[in-house]
Structures are given as structure tokens and as C-alpha cells.
């Protein structure tokens, strides 16, 4: 098995980042920060999952208000 030193993000699930996410900001917060439809439209972790998973920008850009709360 390879390990991804380099990768700050390694080993976290999607699911994971979100859910930290709207504990630290909420589905509100969150909606300013990131403008998505499924945060600030009836928000739910099980459609925000799913759109996030099939969308690149909108993970890459979770991924990285992710990031920046952890450092």
C-alpha cells in the first residue's frame, strides 16, 4: 500500500470534511462561504454528498475551506 505523505487529505473521507464543515460554520455560514445550491436550498448531508461527489469544482472548492480551517 502507498502512502501519500504529500497529501493533506489523505485518508479523509468527503463526508467527513462536510460534516466538520457544517458543524463549524452550519448550512447557512457555509452557503455564504461556498455558494452551492445544496447548501442554501433545503440542505442535507445526503444531497450535499451526492452533488459534491459528482461535481469537481464544488468538492475542490469544500476541499480546500476544509484546508484552511485546519491550519
Known amino acids: 500500500m502507498t502512502t501519500q505523505q504529500n497529501n493533506p487529505l489523505h485518508g479523509i473521507t468527503l463526508e467527513t470534511m ?3 464543515l457544517v458543524e463549524r460554520y452550519g448550512w447557512e455560514s457555509l452557503g455564504a462561504v461556498i455558494n452551492i445550491n445544496c447548501f442554501n436550498n433545503e440542505p442535507s448531508m445526503k444531497s450535499s454528498l451526492k452533488f459534491l461527489r459528482r461535481t469537481p469544482w464544488a468538492r475542490e472548492e469544500v476541499e480546500a475551506l476544509y484546508l484552511r480551517g485546519k491550519r
Open 18 to 20: 462536510l460534516t466538520e
